[in-house]
């Protein structure tokens, strides 16, 4: 069966780079998501790369795929005290609604 | 913008009571479902609805039903409350075939079982 593994905590300064890191099980994944979590808040989908990309950059977030080693990393660059939250590492399989999500990772960002 | 709402953002119950959770979203998503997140252990799936009147069990559906009367609603029902089921419930919703199966999450209900 499929299993999605990440670290469970990161902190870092305010102004640095935070990387997540997850690593997941099943070779057929479509698209890899990252999702985060504001305290007391649902689940926000932050991006999301297709399994055939090796990279996607939107803004402050760089998200690399390694499909040899099935690992998938969220880069945020210049990192604020608003980025604190639970970050979510997800895949989905073609043909299959659903998705398997990590146990999330706690980033804490100080000034 | 997708919109998926809970019924309630906090919900105090005792052992024993049956319980509702509704979740609505408004833009016509074939597919809904019902997670549980406790700390340490992530997202778990209860049930899911691919269509109306449709469901299927997740990975911890002991304890819980679902009703999906209309498309946009998606109901889970506890049917006798219990302690172990304290925990945070969140809703999401998802078109079917996307392009990129995103699924849209609701504010979550936080329930305690007295």
């Known amino acids: 069966g499929e299993d999605v593994e990440q670290s469970l905590f990161l902190s870092v300064r305010e102004g640095d780079s935070s990387v997540i890191n997850c690593t997941y099980t099943d070779s057929s994944s479509t698209y890899l998501y990252w999702y985060k979590q504001e305290p007391g808040a649902g689940l926000q989908l932050l991006t999301y790369i297709f399994s055939n990309m090796d990279m996607k950059q939107d803004q402050r977030l760089t998200v690399l795929l390694n499909k040899k080693d099935k690992h998938l990393s969220l880069r945020i660059a210049d990192t604020q005290t608003g980025d604190s939250a639970i970050y979510f590492c997800?895949?989905?399989?073609?043909?299959?609604?659903?998705?398997?999500f990590g146990k999330g990772t706690m980033l804490l960002v100080s000034p | 913008d997708v919109k998926v709402t809970q019924s309630s953002r906090y919900l105090v119950k005792r052992t024993g009571e049956k319980v509702f959770l509704e979740c609505v979203q408004d833009?016509?998503?074939?597919?809904m479902f019902w997670y549980r997140q406790d700390p340490g252990l992530g997202l778990r799936l209860i049930y899911f609805s691919y269509d109306v009147k449709m469901k299927e069990k997740g990975d911890i559906p002991e304890g819980y039903s679902v009703s999906r009367e209309k498309k946009e609603r998606f109901s889970l029902i506890l049917e006798s409350a219990s302690t172990n089921q304290t925990s945070m419930y969140l809703c999401?919703?998802?078109?079917?075939?996307?392009?990129?199966?995103?699924?849209?999450f609701g504010p979550g209900t936080r329930l305690l079982v007295l």
């Open positions: 999401a919703s998802m078109e079917a075939g996307g392009p990129q199966e995103t699924q849209y």
């Open positions: 833009m016509d998503h074939e597919n």
């Open positions: 997800a895949e989905s399989i073609q043909g299959y609604s659903t998705l398997t």
